[in-house]
């Protein structure tokens, strides 16, 4: 494929991409597999991210930014997983990446403090986005404050570490704690919806099935490890077109009836029926 015409599938892509306000799925490629940069920014996702952290030994950070930043100047555009807030990397991320062309914004490894989002954001120059990536017991119980640092754009869940840090298991009823206070914090915080941790392997059973837990305690997003899984999390994460379909239905009927509150379950279901209904447009669902 010639330059031009990879140029012109990303411009067309990128007019047709979820903002990442509202992205459902977030590939996290390693940024070492910079072959692999073009068909991932082409692929479902809602969003990509290159990954400069675990998915990188320390002996290859400087070659990993390096590729980063070439296919930026190429006309690339991703977010960049970074490295944690203290570590030497993170200081190297910081300077590579201030002022790059092509960066949406960061995913900061390991949140455990507001002041680490602030450092982070300040040291890109104040206006990047950053996500910070609550990856432990601590950076949990301090997820509302996360939530509400300047800068802070969106929560993400590292479930693997926070399963390595606890000891919990990687079951809907183990999970169910850190993924609700992530939902909390962010309300609280302004924000939009959680993005959750990885389904490991190629199951898409199980990753329908993880990501509908996800999204019974409120989570709006999912990291994705290869490029099949986007597809799947998309279809999860979106309204049914059975539920658009009783949203448009319940608004019609309530506008009908002259937009007057009936009783007590009017209010919790206008609710609902109007964030189905923006989320039908949002991600283009049709009623069935």
Known sequence: MTDDEITTLRATRESTRVAPAHARSWLLLSALRRDDFDAAQLSRADQLVLDCEDAVDDSRKDEARRGVLDWFAGGGRAWVRVNERGSDAWGDDMRALRDAEGLCGVMLAKTESPDQVVDTVQRLGGDVPVIPLVESALGIEEAVGIASAPGAFR???????????????????????PRSRLVVASRIGGLSGPIDGPTVGSSHPLLREQSGDAVALGMTGRICLDLEQPAVVNEVLSPAPADVAWALDFLAEFEAAGSVIRDGSDKPRLARARLIEERSKLYHVNPS
Request: net charge negative; hydrophobic share 40%.
């Open 155 to 177: 929560l993400a869940f590292g479930s693997g570490d926070y399963r390595r840090d606890t000891g919990a298991a990687n079951e809907p009823l183990a999970m169910a704690y």
